[in-house]
Each structure stands twice: as C-alpha cells, then as structure tokens.
Antibody, heavy 116, light 110 residues
Framework: QVQLQESGPGLVKPSETLSLTCTVSGGSISGYYWSWIRQSPGQGLEWIAYIYYTGSTKYNPSLKSRVTISVDTSKNQSSLKLSSVTAADTAVYYC??????????WGQGTLVTVSS | QSVLTQPPSVSAAPGQKVTISCSGSSSNIANNYVSWYQQLPGTAPKLLIYDNNKRPSGIPDRFSGSKSGTSATLGITGLQTGDEADYYCGTWDSSLSAWVFGGGTKLTVL
C-alpha cells in the first residue's frame, strides 16, 4: 500500500520560503506524477503543481512565480518550495499521487502557518 | 470563487439517497474526466470516484458518479452517519492549464 508523508516546518515567517518534503513509502516514486495541493483553513482545495519522476513539471499559473517543485528518486521524495509567503499561504499542504486524471493517494497533510 | 460550482451543503436522512452536483464549462468538465473526493472531518481527502464513474477498489457501490455535458454528479444511496463529510469534485481545466476543484459540499446525514 502506497503511503505519502509530508514533513517540514509548521511555522514560517512572512516573506520567507516555505519548504516541504513528501516521502513515498510502499511503492516507487518512479513511473508516476506527484502533486502538491493545499487547503486554507475552512476552505476548499487548491492545486499547486505536479512533477513527473523524470523532473518535468507543471505549475498552477496563479502560483507559478513563487513555486518550485522537485523530485529525488534516490530518496523516493518530492519537495515543494514556496517563496515570499504571506498569511494567505497559511494552509494544510498535501502531497498526492497523480495517475491519469486522478489523485489516488494522499498524504495526511501538514499545517503550515505563516506568522511572525 | 471556485471554477467548479458545488452546492455548499446537502442533507438527507439515514438510508435515503442524495446527489451532489458539480457544474463547470467546456474547458473543464465537458472535455476532461471528473473525479470525486471525500474528506471526513480532520482527515485528508480520499478518492471516491475517478474517470467520471469508476470506483476504486474498496469503495462501496453506494457511491456512483455520472457526467453530462458541463456537469457531473455524485450519488450516494443508503446514507449512513459515517458518510457525513465534505465532498469535492475535480478535473483539469484546459484554458487555465490547471487542476481545479469545486468549493466542496458538506453532507449532513440527519
């Protein structure tokens, strides 16, 4: 059974860079697309980006200028960096596997709060 | 304002049936597969329906999906209190070049 686990700081200061890692277990990161999705408190889901295991990427145009997504196949990990954060970036960040047109496996999510 | 429009809430009694609509446009639902996700309180979303009407292994046949034109529908029969959750539809939007989700529908089983 594929499992995803997000990790990273739970508190980030305004204007700094948010950095998260998604570790995949129970399966290989190779052969699949991996995505990041966030959910602001009490709000809906917002897709951030996805990356193929080869490194090709696709970003949400609304966040593209601030987002970098990467993959490390040797560690079975995907990483997300979001720069110049503000309070509006406070959210639960999820990583998910994208297969076809579907996010079939999700991590449990990690809450990131942007505050000084 | 979400690209895909869902009713904020629906409710029904245990054992009854409910449907949740997801309205989009020609750039998203009409020309791409729709998936549905269930988010129980305090948990991550879970895949419920993919490719408009397919159920992953382990999802009971009480859950069904359909699509027609620019709208999709999630149906749940034999409602149980454990079905109380937020439900989201999602698909690719070719104009935005982005994955988009509905705003979510809160299901209450009275």
């Amino acid at each position: 059974q594929v499992q995803l686990q997000e990790s990273g700081p739970g508190l980030v200061k305004p204007s700094e860079t948010l950095s998260l890692t998604c570790t995949v277990s129970g399966g290989s990161i190779s052969g699949y697309y991996w995505s990041w999705i966030r959910q602001s408190p009490g709000q809906g889901l917002e897709w951030i980006a996805y990356i193929y295991y080869t490194g090709s990427t696709k970003y949400n145009p609304s966040l593209k200028s601030r987002v970098t997504i990467s993959v490390d196949t040797s560690k079975n990990q995907s990483s997300l960096k979001l720069s110049s954060v503000t309070a509006a970036d406070t959210a639960v960040y999820y990583c998910a596997r994208l297969i076809g047109n579907t996010f079939d496996y999700w991590g449990q999510g990690t809450l990131v709060t942007v505050s000084s | 304002q979400s690209v895909l429009t869902q009713p904020p809430s629906v409710s029904a009694a245990p054992g009854q049936k409910v449907t949740i609509s997801c309205s989009g446009s020609s750039s998203n639902i009409a020309n791409n597969y729709v998936s549905w996700y269930q988010q129980l309180p305090g948990t991550a979303p879970k895949l419920l329906i993919y490719d408009n009407n397919k159920r992953p292994s382990g999802i009971p046949d009480r859950f069904s999906g359909s699509k027609s034109g620019t709208s999709a529908t999630l149906g749940i029969t034999g409602l149980q209190t454990g079905d109380e959750a937020d439900y989201y539809c999602g698909t690719w939007d070719s104009s935005l070049s982005a994955w988009v989700f509905g705003g979510g529908t809160k299901l209450t089983v009275l």
